[in-house]
């Protein structure tokens, strides 16, 4: 017999992190935000990517080979909890809280790389 309980429990445990994170450079105070529904695995892409020099994000990727990654900070701001609904999308409400970041902290021009 299947336990409804225990089958949202199991399926609650199994998602990722999802939500909203932070890059930071330690030198110049600048911030990027971005959200994901995998938080570990968009921070190493970002990781990756600056490393070998492909990050899409330009001034970014020339601080970071101006600073050195020693200089750069990543962090979960943010994190959605679960539903109990298994076919529930998270694209919206990841979208809403990544904005509601944004525009608390305003990582624009002198103040960030978005």
Do not use: C
Request: charged share 30%.
């Amino acid at each position: 017999m299947i336990n409804k309980s225990e089958i949202k429990r199991n399926y609650k445990e199994s998602l990722t992190p999802m939500g909203v994170y932070q890059i930071k450079n330690l030198v110049n105070g600048k911030i990027f935000i971005g959200s994901a529904k995998n938080l570990p695995a968009r921070i190493n892409r970002h990781k990756f990517e600056l490393k070998f020099g492909s990050e899409g994000i330009a001034g970014l990727q020339s601080d970071y080979n101006k600073y050195g990654e020693e200089n750069f900070s990543f962090e979960i701001i943010d994190e959605l909890k679960p539903k109990d609904d298994p076919g529930y999308n998270y694209a919206e409400d990841i979208a809403v809280l990544e904005q509601l970041w944004i525009e608390k902290l305003q990582p624009f021009g002198d103040r960030g790389y978005n």
